[in-house]
């Protein structure tokens, strides 16, 4: 049954430094999400992406973050200065079609900043 | 008022009982609503989604409606020692903005 994939499972970074986190979406999706989880928190809402662009994105994902679907399969997240606070579980995920459709989400990214 | 309301647990059954979870949303415009559960450092695992009021079934799981009372609710049967997780409620506003907004969860055990 094809899943979300993503590296790394796990990822420790110093504070101001640079990550990116990748996905592989499910193959004829066209629809693909960034989470993420705070320890102990709910799962919260980044950014949105379809046909090559940001559809929506929250709050919290300000100009240190940045996505990109660099060919037809990756899909990436990039946090340009890691803070403390952006120590959590990043998921992906990806959606077949619009309508209020399940998203399957990948097995995630633990994001450790020191 | 939070916009996915959940209890957050634990709460306890015992195996072979029927588990109820339960969950209410404050946008009464919205448009479908999902049941993931998630074991403990795990990404959430779709179980069920529900666009219509009333029930729908899945085997041993089933998702109740109510947009009236904005209110929707997981029932397990025949509960199983691997179905203890935590429940997360998670809506959609409605189609065309497809983010999940999701509720805190609520951790179930079952007691063998």
């Known amino acids: 049954e094809p899943e979300v994939t993503q590296t790394p499972s796990h990822q420790v970074t110093q504070m101001g430094q640079e990550v990116i986190l990748r996905c592989v979406p499910i193959?004829?999706?066209?629809?693909f999400y960034w989470y993420r989880q705070i320890l102990g928190q709910k799962v919260e809402f980044l950014v949105s992406?379809?046909?090559?662009?940001?559809?929506?994105k929250s709050e919290i994902f300000d100009d240190q973050f940045s996505v990109e679907r660099p060919d037809g399969s990756n899909f990436t997240l990039k946090i340009r200065s890691t803070k403390l606070e952006d120590s959590a579980m990043y998921f992906c995920?990806?959606?077949?079609?619009?309508?209020?459709?399940?998203?399957?989400f990948g097995p995630g990214t633990r994001l450790t900043v020191l | 008022q939070k916009e996915v309301e959940q209890n957050s647990g634990p709460l306890s059954v015992p195996e072979g009982a029927i588990a109820s979870l339960n969950c209410t949303y404050s946008?009464?415009?919205?448009?479908?609503f999902f049941w993931y559960r998630q074991y403990s450092g795990k990404s959430p695992e779709l179980i069920m989604f529900?666009?219509?009021?009333g029930d729908k079934e899945d085997g041993r799981f089933t998702a109740q409606l109510n947009k009236a009372s904005q209110y929707v609710s997981l029932l397990i049967r025949d509960s199983q020692p691997s179905d203890s997780a935590t429940y997360l409620c998670?809506?959609?506003?409605?189609?065309?903005?497809?983010?999940?907004?999701f509720g805190t969860g609520t951790r179930l055990t079952i007691i063998p």
């Open positions: 995920a990806s959606q077949r079609l619009a309508g209020g459709r399940e998203q399957f």
């Open positions: 193959s004829n999706h066209l629809y």
């Open positions: 992406f379809y046909n090559n662009e940001i559809s929506e």
């Open positions: 946008d009464r415009g919205s448009q479908s």
């Open positions: 529900i666009y219509s009021n």
């Open positions: 998670a809506v959609i506003k409605d189609f065309g903005n497809e983010k999940l907004t």
